[in-house]
């Protein structure tokens, strides 16, 4: 969305302990639980409030309908076994402790009977119709749009054809593995009959999407300094653009910043047409991956200062051009995580969104509600839990009642989704950039000190116009917050408008030159989102090449991004007065947890080591995790010194080996030889052979005619601890496909007799395309411990005189096995410069910081409950003297429903900051508190604080970063 005009050292062991306690000796550890069924028509303690008459009601209804369970307290998914072995079908999490489920009446009175189930009762219709649609309605024959939310299983065309038979309109109906989704209008006197429908889990309004377009950023988030340091540039990665378009939709044309990196373009609401007469997805492409040519720089020598490159110039981009011919955003899918799904197969790992709409409100708009696009998203993220999704925050601050602070609650959709990182807009720090906020927008700024404030005076103001949080149930939004005003990027061929203005109106180029023709200013936090893009490709980057990650987490890119962030309280009205922008508290409803800092993030400052734990494997109901750190004095003793150097040491517990669930997980490359350089690992068949004539990396790839004859294959060994396996490939087709001739891609026996898993594929695009195929967990049972062969074959169904040809290059397979002993290592970089610790005596005392932080990509929540956390883990630090800091402690009033105990039972994304440190040995403990949904809850953690260094007689040297 755009909007327009040391002196103590301190020494680290980490001690990995995995705990799983008893469930009931967990719950009696929790005496203060609330049960409170959480819907968003009605909030109701089931047995408190008198609707107890119904649980001991033996119900003798004849068929399947749907019910509300509640439990005891945190749920064992060994309850859920038992009660779906009866035949009960579980479907949403509803806090607290409740799932819709679909039974008989014999499954019903099975399930009361059990002790660890506290209530039954029917999913009334009147639960699943949204209060605004019954707020608004005028007359039973006012016709609604609206978005019918059904079970996953559900008949979509029977319920469509009960829409019409009530003289409704059915606009579209598309399925994903969580739900089905029908778009139509509806009068208002049969929607609480559609509500009656078995199948029906929600209804609501349907609200429109849009650019929020009322009309150096790097250099803020020093990416340079990353760029400089650690050689990071974006190479290798895919980053995929939803937008109005690029430029002129023309690979021969296109802007120069981002010439040749391109590898696909869709016109998805203009069928064949990429292009970009609108400016804004040009301007948000060249701010995520342009390359700055234009402006200066010379990407063959990785120098990209002083022009105006994005944030990951060497990054590839998949353009998706959302933009219809009414320039309206109707090319968006009725499922909005279509979008990612889409792109995920064609190797995008990032994933960036410059617009939204509000959240309800039929008549005066309103945000922060968690709707269907924003369970979409979150779903999506569940999905591909390695793709990085973000979101603008929007553009809808305002100070409506005039009181010099910029109102909260304003924060659009799908932005409100768990999952994604929802990205806020602070001032750019150009003081000649004359324009204030309110000689731009006096009706929403209309007194001091915001109205005479210019828009980018101060890097640590926040944008008037970024809209703030919290969202309707009480969760942190803005995730972070990046540059969003003034910024310069590039600028479109065929669009008209100038947007924030032309170089050259605000003085930096004359007026017709090359920089005016393909530059422009654009403001909002449609520009500070794809900043933000940007630096997750470099995160991601980092994560492969240094700490070689092969598919590292999106939750663990969002928590490099939110642990380097940068604390900008109180703003830039200061602490004193009235009007301070920003709580002194982090994270806030304003900033969120910081503006983003690549160089914190990633580069650590002598003294301090950052530790790093994608954890794979997950967590269930009662279980802990805990990392011990000692921070202590440095010795010269030898026996001192040999014992400080760092480790890790993991001790299963033998509950959580009984369970089957390993304390840590690592994730290999099988294949030899997987982007063909040499000569070796791979079996041709006839009609193939190594080729330097396209290739997606390197030097080489593997070409395959397209007849039945070519064919080529590699035998491996899967472990047998293996618990996941993927393939990826990265594939070319030449010349025409008519859907006669495809290319297959198999998983087979080694005699390939049987085959495991395969994908047909065939396409006329022009550009390379990544598939990954995933073992589902009855296939990876059937193949752990056995010889597998991957197979590439050209299928020739019909003889023509023209056959296509076909390459593949950069074959991944991917399996990730339990491993018992993670290695600790200083953050390394390519070039390090060994600094020796400049004396032998022992170090006065001092005190360091220590930083956890905590996320995980969270189960997607339900539309029909207020609350949209379902997995909930708990992040704890304990000091040396028993002091407990519980995660994002501060943030909520004690008469919070967001906190239970010093708990945040709302935020997937949990922060403890000691900005002092004691000496001593620190507890940092992450514990699954309720995970009703999706098994074990994976999670990333990073923790920072003193790094070693030795003196004396046997110092130890360690790599240092000079900065």
Aim: aromatic share 10%; proline share 5%; glycine share 8%.
């Amino acid at each position: 969305m755009y909007r327009r005009i040391s002196l103590l050292v301190p020494t680290i062991f980490l001690c990995f302990v995995l705990v799983n306690s008893s469930i009931q000796a967990y719950h009696d550890s929790n005496p203060d639980l609330s049960y409170t069924i959480q819907l968003k028509t009605n909030s109701f303690d089931p047995i408190s409030e008198e609707m107890s008459t119904d649980q001991n009601k033996e119900v003798l209804l004849e068929g399947e309908t749907l019910y509300l369970v509640q439990f005891n307290g945190p749920i064992d998914e060994a309850w859920k076994m038992e009660i779906s072995s009866f035949g009960v079908k579980f479907y949403d999490y509803i806090p607290n402790f409740t799932f819709i489920t679909r039974m008989n009446s014999s499954m019903v009175n099975q399930t009361r009977a059990l002790d660890y189930v506290r209530w039954v009762g029917e999913y009334q219709p009147q639960y699943r119709l949204s209060s605004e649609l019954t707020a608004s309605q005028k007359s039973d024959e006012e016709i609604q749009d609206i978005i019918v939310q059904t079970l996953p299983d559900a008949d979509l065309m029977a319920i469509a054809e009960q829409i019409q038979s009530w003289g409704g309109i059915v606009k579209s109906q598309t399925q994903n593995d969580f739900y089905g989704f029908i778009t139509a209008s509806l009068p208002s006197a049969k929607q609480i009959e559609l509500a009656k429908l078995n199948d029906v889990l929600y209804i609501e309004p349907q609200f429109p999407v849009e650019f929020t377009n009322d009309v150096g950023g790097t250099v803020i988030m020093e990416v340079g300094e990353v760029r400089n340091q650690l050689n990071l540039f974006g190479e290798g990665q895919i980053v995929a653009v939803a937008d109005s378009g690029l430029d002129t939709g023309n690979l021969a044309t296109l802007h120069p910043d981002v010439f040749g990196r391109l590898l696909n373009g869709f016109g998805l609401g203009r069928p064949g047409d990429w292009s970009d007469p609108n400016g804004h997805g040009t301007h948000v492409a060249g701010s995520v991956l342009g390359n700055g040519v234009m402006s200066g720089s010379n990407p063959a020598a990785h120098n990209y200062n002083n022009s105006y490159a994005g944030s990951a110039p060497e990054a590839q981009l998949i353009m998706q051009s959302v933009m219809d011919s009414g320039g309206s955003l109707g090319g968006i899918p009725d499922d909005r995580g279509d979008l990612m799904r889409d792109a995920y197969q064609l190797g995008a790992r990032i994933h960036t969104n410059s617009w939204g709409g509000p959240t309800g409100g039929i008549y005066y708009p309103e945000y922060g509600g968690y709707i269907t696009s924003s369970q979409q998203i979150d779903a999506a993220a569940w999905e591909m839990k390695d793709m990085v999704i973000l979101f603008s925050a929007g553009n809808d601050g305002t100070d409506a009642n005039a009181n010099g602070v910029v109102d909260l609650d304003s924060i659009g959709q799908p932005g409100t989704a768990k999952n994604c990182i929802t990205v806020g807009a602070t001032e750019n720090s150009r003081p000649s950039f004359a324009i204030t906020w309110g000689a731009a927008w006096p009706s929403d700024f209309s007194v001091q000190p915001i109205y005479w404030d210019r828009v980018a005076s101060n890097r640590i103001g926040m944008a008037a116009f970024s809209s703030r949080g919290p969202t309707d149930d009480g969760r942190i939004k803005p995730d972070v917050v990046a540059p969003g005003t003034a910024i310069i990027s590039m600028r479109s061929s065929l669009a008209e408008g100038t947007g924030w203005g032309t170089l050259s109106y605000h003085g930096l180029t004359n007026a017709g030159s090359t920089l005016d023709q393909r530059y422009l200013f654009l403001g909002g936090t449609s520009m500070s989102t794809p900043l933000v893009a940007g630096a997750a490709a470099l995160v991601r980057e980092w994560l492969i090449d240094y700490k070689h990650f092969l598919n590292p987490s999106s939750a663990l890119v969002k928590a490099l991004l939110v642990h380097g962030a940068e604390d900008i309280s109180p703003g830039e009205y200061g602490s004193v007065s009235a009007y301070q922008q920003i709580p002194n508290i982090t994270p806030n409803n304003v900033s969120g947890w910081g503006r983003v800092n690549v160089a914190d993030s990633l580069i650590q400052d002598s003294g301090q080591q950052m530790r790093i734990d994608d954890y794979t494997a997950g967590l269930v109901t009662g279980q802990s995790i805990s990392y011990n750190i000692t921070v202590g004095q440095v010795s010269n003793d030898e026996t001192a010194n040999q014992g400080n150097i760092p480790s890790f040491e993991v001790t299963p517990s033998a509950s959580s080996q009984e369970k089957g669930i390993s304390s840590k997980s690592v994730t290999e490359q099988l294949l030899l030889n997987p982007s063909f350089e040499s000569e070796t690992g791979w079996t041709l068949g006839r009609q193939t052979h190594y080729s330097s004539t396209e290739k997606h990396s390197g030097s080489k790839s593997m070409f395959m005619d397209g007849t039945n004859d070519a064919e080529f294959y590699q035998v491996v060994s899967v472990p047998e601890n293996a618990t996941s396996l993927e393939l990826k490939f990265f594939w070319l087709t030449k010349y025409y496909e008519d859907g006669n001739h495809y290319l297959l891609a198999r998983v087979t026996s080694v005699d390939r007799t049987h085959t495991y898993l395969s994908s047909s594929l065939n396409s006329s695009s022009s550009f390379w395309q990544q598939k990954t195929m995933v073992f589902n967990s009855d296939l990876l049972a059937e193949v752990r411990g056995k010889e597998i062969a991957i197979e590439f074959s050209a299928i020739d169904n019909i003889y023509t005189m023209w056959f296509p040809t076909y390459y593949i290059d950069d074959v991944e397979l991917n399996v990730t096995t339990p491993n018992g002993i993670p290695t600790a290592v200083p953050t390394p970089t390519r070039t390090p410069t060994l600094v020796p610790s400049p004396t032998s005596t022992p170090l006065p005392l001092s005190n360091e910081p220590l930083r956890a932080t905590l996320v995980w990509t969270d189960y997607p929540g339900s539309t029909t409950a207020t609350k949209a956390l379902v997995n909930d883990l708990d992040l704890v630090v304990t000091a040396p003297n028993g002091t407990k800091y519980y995660g994002n402690s501060g943030v909520y009033s004690s008469n919070s429903s967001c906190l239970s105990n010093g708990h945040d039972r709302c935020n997937n994304t949990e922060t403890v900051f000691i900005p002092n440190a004691v000496q001593g040995q620190y507890t940092i403990t992450v514990t699954g508190y309720n995970v009703p949904q999706g098994g074990q809850q994976p999670y990333a953690i990073i923790i920072s604080a003193g790094l070693p260094t030795f003196t004396g007689e046997n110092a130890v040297y360690l790599p240092l970063l000079q900065r």
